[in-house]
């Protein structure tokens, strides 16, 4: 579609008059109306918060002119998986798995590779085969190229480092060392519990990014420990392999 397609579209798919719209981004109604009709189009700060308004690319806005790649990664994206700063305003240049509400997670390319190699190995395409496909493009990528500029000086790995110092403090029967965390999101998490009233409700907010891992438990079986913090908790359960049934073991405020 082109520009005025997406625009016309989004605000009447959220609900929004001409008028509604001007004002949510400080303009006339004259200008959006100029848009819709495809006679100019938002400038970059107005398109910052079109992006942020309807949670979407300004590539989607401008009518996906070009396929958008994690510059971490490497992975195709689309809207639902575009990483966000910490204003909410989507970044078309990472995935939500890279960059969460500002901050960069990864560190080390290899540990990077590690996660990545799993979700890709096939009938068609070997664990070797992924490593040196991975090895060979990632250094290619912008954020990898300009790490130095990136980095934040090892304040995120260093919360991590606390947070796995914390984890493993607890001393949970059962459950193996942890060694490091990675980025998690909500949804591909699947954790609910049941209320009094018979409902399900979810713990976790699909939209945010968390830390977390999966430790086989030391005394073997179906069950394994399921590890998920962040700044204001950490959360520890044990659920079936299949991921079904999942039990609380111990949630702590930090």
Request: with cysteine; charged share 30%.
């Given at each position: 579609?082109?520009?005025?397609?997406?625009?016309?579209?989004?605000?009447?798919?959220?609900?929004?008059s001409q008028?509604?719209?001007?004002?949510?981004?400080?303009?006339?109604?004259?200008?959006?109306?100029?848009?819709?009709?495809?006679?100019?189009?938002?400038?970059?700060?107005?398109?910052?918060?079109?992006?942020?308004?309807?949670?979407?690319?300004?590539?989607?806005?401008?009518?996906?002119?070009?396929?958008l790649v994690?510059?971490?990664?490497?992975?195709?994206?689309?809207?639902?998986?575009?990483?966000?700063?910490?204003?909410?305003?989507?970044?078309?240049?990472?995935?939500?798995?890279?960059?969460?509400?500002?901050?960069?997670?990864?560190?080390?390319?290899?540990?990077?590779?590690?996660?990545?190699?799993?979700?890709?190995?096939?009938?068609?395409?070997?664990?070797?085969?992924?490593?040196?496909?991975?090895?060979?493009?990632?250094?290619?990528?912008?954020?990898?190229?300009?790490?130095?500029?990136?980095?934040?000086?090892?304040?995120?790995?260093?919360?991590?480092?606390?947070?796995?110092?914390?984890?493993?403090?607890?001393?949970?029967?059962?459950?193996?060392?942890?060694?490091?965390?990675?980025?998690?999101?909500?949804?591909?998490?699947?954790?609910?519990?049941?209320?009094?009233?018979?409902?399900?409700?979810?713990?976790?907010?699909?939209?945010?990014?968390?830390?977390?891992?999966?430790?086989?438990?030391?005394?073997?079986?179906?069950?394994?420990?399921?590890?998920?913090?962040?700044?204001?908790?950490?959360?520890?359960?044990?659920?079936?392999?299949?991921g079904v049934?999942?039990?609380?073991?111990?949630?702590?405020?930090?």
């Open positions: 579609m082109e520009t005025r397609e997406v625009l016309h579209e989004l605000r009447t798919k959220n609900g929004f008028d509604d719209l001007a004002e949510k981004v400080f303009v006339t109604r004259q200008a959006v109306s100029r848009w819709e009709n495809g006679e100019t189009v938002p400038n970059t700060e107005t398109l910052k918060l079109l992006s942020r308004l309807y949670d979407v690319s300004i590539n989607t806005l401008l009518g996906s002119p070009h396929q994690c510059q971490c990664c490497g992975m195709p994206m689309d809207d639902s998986i575009i990483g966000k700063d910490k204003d909410g305003t989507p970044n078309e240049h990472y995935c939500k798995w890279c960059y969460a509400d500002g901050t960069y997670t990864y560190s080390d390319m290899d540990d990077l590779i590690d996660v990545c190699v799993h979700n890709m190995v096939s009938d068609n395409f070997t664990e070797e085969q992924a490593r040196a496909y991975l090895k060979a493009a990632l250094p290619k990528l912008d954020y990898w190229k300009k790490y130095e500029e990136l980095s934040d000086n090892g304040e995120f790995e260093a919360f991590k480092k606390k947070l796995v110092d914390e984890i493993n403090a607890l001393g949970i029967e059962g459950m193996p060392k942890v060694e490091k965390l990675s980025a998690l999101v909500g949804s591909y998490v699947n954790l609910e519990y049941r209320l009094p009233s018979g409902m399900n409700a979810k713990f976790l907010n699909d939209q945010t990014t968390y830390l977390g891992t999966q430790l086989e438990s030391e005394f073997g079986g179906d069950r394994c420990f399921g590890v998920l913090a962040n700044m204001d908790f950490i959360l520890i359960c044990t659920y079936g392999v299949d049934d999942p039990e609380l073991v111990l949630y702590k405020k930090r």
